[in-house]
């Protein structure tokens, strides 16, 4: 920080650190898995590979008009 931006700070930079009697302190291991990625589709995997098996590319028919798009023939 430059000395711009700790102007509108400086009343509590030297204020002492409060713990909380409220919150118990985490352990590390609950500190480090709350900043964990995110799995909000743990599973989905497994269901992708599992659904390749249902499509080989001989079933899919190429769209001319659109090179990115592919269906299913009828």
Not at 61 to 68: A, K, N, S
């Given at each position: 920080m430059n000395?711009?931006?700790t102007e509108k700070y400086n009343?509590?930079?030297a204020l002492p650190y409060r713990k909380s009697t409220r919150h118990p302190q985490m352990?590390?291991?609950?500190?480090?898995?709350?900043?964990?990625p995110f799995a909000?589709?743990?599973g989905f995997g497994a269901v992708i590979e599992d659904a390749k098996g249902d499509?080989?590319?001989?079933d899919l028919?190429?769209?001319?008009?659109?090179?990115?798009y592919?269906?299913?023939e009828r």
């Open positions: 000395s711009d931006n009343s509590i930079i352990t590390m291991t609950e500190r480090a898995a709350q900043f964990s909000a589709l743990t499509y080989h590319a001989s028919e190429y769209d001319e008009e659109d090179p990115g592919f269906m299913e």
